[in-house]
Every structure is written in structure tokens, then in C-alpha cells.
């Protein structure tokens, strides 16, 4: 119920928007533009920290709720309300995909000009380990994954849908990615990449480097482009045991984007209780969401 009214209310924000393409957007943030993003947006720094506490169990996810972890299932359940909430308030169609044992967060972004071409999807994990708050194990992810829906919704010009998805249970085996990837497979659904976000709070030494995880050639060509345009350094790995896996293996364009896990400048409070939101490097954070959502813009036809 709670996700049909979600999806519901989502629909008539998606509708109004799209009723006024110069118009100002539906949201309170900006002006629709025909742009890809490649300013901070003024809302930007503080809509990621407060996401990433309101998940991490720094601030309430609901009145009166802290999560300690997202790792039960009513934790989890809660993490997802939030992010429905977020995307609807963010203008975006979105809805709880469930298969059984979990359920992804989904929200999808409809082309706004042409017939639409293949999908272009992006996504991170909501759930933590048990014992442990997850601010940068996903929660950082998370909240860009978020942001960037909110960046996107905002780029009145797009020739291909994009869906944005926050996957459950990665850290029992790569449980709600691994479903999607098969169901997109099965639908014969023509995906045009995969993104996805893990781990994107630490940066102690400063360099401003993501790492691109296991690229195709042109994908990593995407991101030089985009981390030339915003100032910041990435280096393509071989990094996996994360989402863009289950993509990869279900024959789709796949890539993962991280803080420096393979080069270990990676938080030291991996999958601890000390994995908080005080130890996260926000900026860092903040440039990772820019990145994501610069390249994902441009590869649905912003200019
Ligand atoms: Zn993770």
C-alpha cells in the first residue's frame, strides 16, 4: 500500500513537471534546464549529509526511529520508506520491486525527448552488515544515488530513460542486484550501462580520486571526460565482489565506482560499528554524486 501510494503520489509530481518543460522544476531546489550538471548544485552538500545521517542512525530516518544498522528486516523496510519518500519529494516515479525475501527501491526517469532509446540505469545498496551503521558502507552511495535523481530530474532533456535503484541485501550475496540483473536479462531489456555506487565517503589523502571499477573501454572514457570537467582524478580497477557484478554477469555494461578500495585510501571502519557519518569526508562524497551524475546526463544526451 505504502508503495503504490508512493508511486502514486510520484506520478502526479512526474506529470506537473513535465507539464512545464522551461517552467521552474516541480521540486523547491532549481530551474529545469536543458544542461548537463556541472556546478554543484546550492542544495547538494547539505541534502547529502543529512541523508547520510537520517540512514546511518546520526538523525531520525522517521520520528522517533534511529537505524543501528540496515541490515534486519524492519530496518531495511525503513531504510526503503525513506528512499521512497526522497525520490517522490524528488519528482520521481518511483516504487518498492519486491522478490520475496527483500525488496529494491525503484524510481525511473522517462526519456523527455524522442522515442527513448535503451535504459540507462544506476544504482547503490541500502542495506549494511548487521552491527554496523553503514554510513559509508552505503549510505554514502545511497544518498548520491539519490542526488543524482534529484540532478537528473532537474536536466529537462534526456533521449533515454534512466532508473535509478537502491538494491537490497548486497552484503548476503548480492541478492537484489543479482535478482534485477537476471530479470532485466530475461525481459530482453536493452540497457544501455550500469553504474553502480559503493562506498564513496573516504578520500584521507585528499586527491580527489575514485576508482572506476572493471569499465568497458568507452565507459571509462565517460568518466575521464566527466572527472576532467569537475576537477577530480579516477583510475579504472579491477575492483567487484559489489552490484555492477551481478550486471556484468548477466552480459550487461557494468561499472563500479568507489572511493580508493583497491588503492587503500578506504575507510578503516569497513563493515564496523565505528563506520559513522562523523568519520565520512562529505566534499568527497559530494564530488562522487557530481561524477555519477554528470556522466549519466551526458550519456542520455545532455549537452
Ligand atoms: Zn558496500
Known amino acids: 500500500m505504502r508503495a503504490l501510494a508512493a508511486l502514486a503520489l510520484a506520478a502526479l509530481a512526474l506529470a506537473a513537471a513535465a507539464c512545464a518543460d522551461d517552467a521552474p522544476a ?113 549510505a554514502s552511495g ?35 542486484s543479482t535478482y534485477l540483473a537476471g530479470a532485466l536479462r530475461q525481459a530482453g531489456a536493452a540497457v544501455a550501462a550500469v553504474h553502480t555506487v559503493d562506498q564513496i565517503g573516504w578520500d584521507a589523502d585528499g586527491d580527489r580520486r575514485f576508482e572506476i571499477e572493471q569499465p568497458t573501454a568507452a565507459l571509462f572514457a565517460e568518466y575521464q571526460a566527466a572527472a576532467a570537467t569537475l576537477g577530480v582524478a579516477v583510475t579504472s580497477t579491477a575492483g567487484g565482489r559489489t552490484d555492477h557484478q551481478a550486471f556484468r554477469e548477466a552480459g550487461f555494461a557494468a561499472v563500479g565506482v568507489s572511493e580508493e578500495f583497491t588503492g587503500g585510501d578506504t575507510t578503516p571502519h569497513y563493515h564496523a560499528a565505528t563506520d559513522t557519518a562523523a568519520t565520512l569526508h562529505l566534499p568527497f562524497v559530494a564530488l562522487g554524486a557530481r561524477l555519477v551524475a554528470l556522466v549519466i546526463a551526458r550519456e542520455v544526451g545532455a549537452p
Open 26 to 138: 516541480d521540486g523547491p531546489d532549481a530551474a529545469a534546464t536543458c544542461r548537463a550538471p556541472t556546478a554543484a548544485p546550492p542544495w547538494l552538500d547539505a541534502y547529502l549529509a543529512t541523508t547520510i545521517a537520517r540512514l546511518s542512525g546520526a538523525a531520525d530516518v522517521a520520528p522517533g526511529l534511529r537505524l543501528a544498522d540496515r541490515a534486519t528486516v524492519e530496518r531495511r523496510a525503513a531504510a526503503r520508506r525513506f528512499a521512497l519518500d526522497e525520490l517522490a519529494a524528488a519528482g520521481v516515479a518511483a516504487a518498492l520491486d519486491d522478490y520475496g525475501t527483500g525488496a529494491n527501491v525503484t524510481a525511473e526517469l522517462p526519456a523527455t525527448s524522442g522515442a527513448g532509446g535503451p535504459l540507462v540505469l544506476v544504482g547503490a545498496h541500502l542495506d549494511s552488515v548487521a552491527g554496523s551503521p553503514g554510513a559509508d558502507d552505503n
Open 142 to 176: 545511497a544518498a548520491a544515488v539519490l542526488a543524482a535523481a534529484r540532478m537528473l530530474a532537474e536536466v529537462a532533456c534526456r533521449d533515454r530513460p534512466v532508473r535509478f535503484v537502491l538494491f537490497d541485501q548486497e552484503e548476503v550475496g548480492l541478492i537484489g
